[in-house]
């Protein structure tokens, strides 16, 4: 099955320490976004990536890290500079970013939870 | 940024009944999305309506748009218990989607 899987599933980190999340997709996207929800907030944008080796910032990138040196990958960090950690963290991926026909439908993760202790 | 904003933030309804939800944005779109998400899941894609569309229709779906009024509604006919969810607009651009906060919608049977 075609899809995207986020690991783990549920996180705990102490204060200080940096933690990265996985996010694999098999879809042959090119495009992968992750969003952080706060419960009343919606999703707001951390960091996206339109092809290998290239991703921008989104509204919300302090404290944050990514990477993506393969299309199928572009894993998470949440650094000890994020001073409010506890989120549910979501993974997605289009087939591009942006475009008005859809090629910007996202597919999303089952999401990992992060909680700090 | 641009921002969906979702109206009512809550919803509570009998099975049967219709329920309808409603979207404003804040900037130029190239399409308006609605996604759905159960409890502590990702969110699914439900239906998309382009700038230049003004309703669209996807089994008990029905979407409108009014890009003059910048704002959708999401209209679910004859909902079931198993509707109960949250109900997300996202703004679509011309390189990310913006989300709302959605609106959460409990269909009691």
């Known amino acids: 099955d075609g899809g995207i899987t986020q690991s783990p599933k549920y996180l705990f980190r102490k204060e200080g320490q940096n933690v990265t999340l996985s996010c694999e997709q098999n879809l042959n996207h090119d495009a992968m976004y992750w969003y952080r929800q706060d419960p009343g907030q919606g999703l707001r944008l951390i960091y996206y990536?339109?092809?290998?080796?290239?991703?921008q910032k989104g509204d919300i990138a302090e404290g944050y890290s990514v990477s993506r040196e393969k299309k199928e990958s572009f894993p998470l960090t949440v650094t000890s500079a994020q001073k409010n950690p506890t989120a549910f963290y979501l993974c997605?991926?289009?087939?591009?970013?942006?475009?008005?026909?859809?090629?910007?439908?996202?597919?999303f993760g089952a999401g990992s939870r992060l909680t700090v202790l | 940024s641009q921002q969906g904003e979702e109206d009512p933030q809550a919803l509570s309804i009998q099975e049967g009944e219709n329920a309808t939800m409603n979207c404003s944005y804040k900037?130029?779109?190239?399409?308006l999305q609605w996604y759905r998400q159960n409890s502590g899941r990702g969110l699914v894609h439900l239906i998309l309506i382009r700038s230049n569309e003004r309703e669209k229709h996807s089994g008990r779906l029905r979407v409108t748009l009014d890009t003059s009024k910048k704002s959708s509604s999401l209209l679910i006919t004859a909902s079931r218990a198993a509707d109960t969810a949250s109900y997300f607009c996202a703004a679509g651009g011309y390189s990310t989607l913006t989300f709302g906060k959605g609106t959460m919608l409990l269909v009691s049977p």
């Open positions: 997605a991926s289009s087939i591009r970013a942006g475009g008005a026909a859809g090629a910007n439908v996202l597919t």
């Open positions: 990536s339109q092809i290998v080796n290239d991703f």
């Open positions: 900037t130029s779109i190239n399409n």
